[in-house]
């Protein structure tokens, strides 16, 4: 939301989703996706940066990892080290498997 001033200082916040044109004759008419119609005091170019900034606050938001610790794991912590031997194969026991086995046939 921003906000923004009408021509009799009142104050109020828009969605700028809504925004469907922003037309500056002498006063500065902001027009809304139904139609309606408002007249601010604000410049075009101050409501254009406010939109700018708004939005930029939507998506570092939407980038920023917020939540438990364990869902910031690196992918790698995911999967098991495995080592070759000498023939060049990857032999894994059952003293080695982290994790629980998928079927009955893999214990």
Known sequence: MIFLTRMDKQQMY???????SVEETPDT???LFNGHHFIV???AEVIIARIVAFRARVIRRAG???GRKYLA???RSLFAEVTRDHEGSCPVGRDKQLHAPF???DL
């Open 73 to 75: 794991r690196p992918k």
């Open 103 to 105: 079927h009955a046939q």
């Open 29 to 31: 008419v902001i027009t």
């Open 64 to 66: 920023v990892q917020t």
């Open 14 to 20: 828009i969605n700028p989703d809504h925004i469907v």
């Open 41 to 43: 005091r604000e410049r």
